[in-house]
């Protein structure tokens, strides 16, 4: 280990990318021999991707997904049939940046969980904040928050997410009560945050399963009319 004075200074300000990279420049003496400017620039490349690196493991941590799904792990050649052309253009992140929701529709079993935390894994790569949750959990969890005052910093917390995926949408009956959450999660996250949905429902069906014709209006009002459909078969 070195000891020089600088080492032990990148050491305390905890630029460990800078510090690993100026070992091995002088371990080289072709790189040793490089203008200073840009062996500097090295350094600090080392240091910004290192950074960057921890940012999004930091990001993944937190999105919570439930599969380590990437999109170049999805196996584009087989038997499923889906609009491959969507998919590629859901990788770029345009339909985030214009707030536009994501519904991935399809039986059980076709890889609906799976693309959606491809995405979500996407998305934080391009340096956005996810969150994952199967909608029955966090409805309880919301049921939850009411009784014990977390409520509200729930739905501010939910309404800060760039991109919040919702897995198994119309599984269950809701309560009023569910109803009314959905609506304030859907309604904070209007045209400010992307929503992906999963459903092995069609959603020609949602909105008879949601109950209230009223409320059921005004959820779908806020979650379809802007959104990608990818149907798997």
Known sequence: ????????????????????????????????????????????????????????????????????????????????????????????D?????????????????????????LGHQACRDGYHVLYQRLPRLLCDLEIAHADGRYPKLLQRLAKIDVLVLDDWGLEILTDRSRHDLLEILDDRYQTGSTLVTSQLPVEHW????????????????LIHNAYRLTID
């Open 1 to 92: 280990m070195y000891t020089h004075p600088t080492y032990d200074r990148l050491r305390a300000l905890h630029l460990s990318g800078m510090l690993h990279a100026l070992e091995h420049q002088e371990q080289h003496p072709e790189i040793a021999a490089m203008p200073f400017l840009e062996r500097l620039g090295i350094l600090l490349d080392a240091e910004w991707s290192l950074r960057d690196q921890k940012r999004l493991q930091s990001r993944l941590r937190a999105a919570r997904l439930k599969q380590p799904a990437t999109l170049e792990d999805l196996d584009w050649q087989g038997s499923r049939r889906f609009d491959r052309s969507l998919l590629q253009s859901l990788a770029s």
């Open 207 to 222: 909105h008879d399963s949601l109950g209230d014709p009223t409320l059921a209006d005004a959820i779908l009002d806020r």
């Open 94 to 118: 345009d339909w985030i940046r214009q707030h536009r929701n994501v519904l991935v529709l399809g039986p059980t079993g076709v890889g609906k969980t799976y693309i959606a935390c491809a």
